[in-house]
């Protein structure tokens, strides 16, 4: 089983995983500009691969700042030193807003006006798969500042099966919709 298995057949997107014999794997996914990664552990079970990695923290998002600041807006906003990632980050809030989507603009900031949060939901564009949810303890507070967490870009396997045969491996991918996918050897 060990070695290096390649997505094939799909446009635009190199994918693929390493299987190492200290039953170790690592799994990579790039698109453009979009690089995400994984690792974790691998066995065979009843003729499937099955990966597993550390458990997936709860949270993308770290919340650094929450406080009342003078004016008429509730502010979110994302403080990152790669000013890139700082126009993709989505927030639906509540009450009022957890309906609708709310973009961050070039500066990492959403402003709406003034009122009450009892919770800010947190997504960043290129991770679609979760959302972070903070509970706001103080709902007098206008003013909220987050930061991502270094594991952003990682992601996280439980008990994710690949079927084997001659060619590699074929089934579902972490990342993408669909459920027959093949990664040659």
Not at 54 to 80: H, M, N, W
Not at 91 to 100: E, I, L, T
Request: charged letters at 20%; hydrophobic letters at 40%; a neutral charge.
């Amino acid at each position: 089983m060990t070695g290096e298995y390649y997505l094939r057949g799909v446009t635009e997107v190199a994918s693929g995983f390493k299987l190492n014999a200290d039953s170790t794997f690592q799994f990579f996914f790039s698109y453009g500009a979009l690089d995400r990664y994984g690792a974790g552990n691998w066995q065979v079970k009843e003729g499937k691969l099955v990966l597993n990695s550390r458990p997936q923290p709860a949270k993308d998002f770290a919340l650094i700042t929450s406080k009342v600041v003078p004016g008429t807006y509730t502010t979110i906003r994302i403080i990152e030193n790669n000013a890139m990632l700082l126009s993709y980050v989505n927030a639906k809030v509540s009450p009022g807003h957890m309906d609708s989507v709310l973009t961050t603009d070039k500066k990492g900031v959403i402003a709406l006006p003034k009122q009450a949060v009892d919770t800010i939901m947190l997504l960043f564009e290129f991770c679609p798969e979760r959302y972070s949810t903070f509970s706001v303890a103080d709902t007098t507070h206008n003013y909220f500042e987050f930061r991502f967490e270094p594991w952003l870009m990682e992601v996280f396997f439980a008990n994710f099966n690949l079927s084997v045969d001659e060619k590699g491996l074929y089934g579902n991918h972490p990342l993408m919709e669909g459920a027959q996918f093949r990664y040659n050897k």
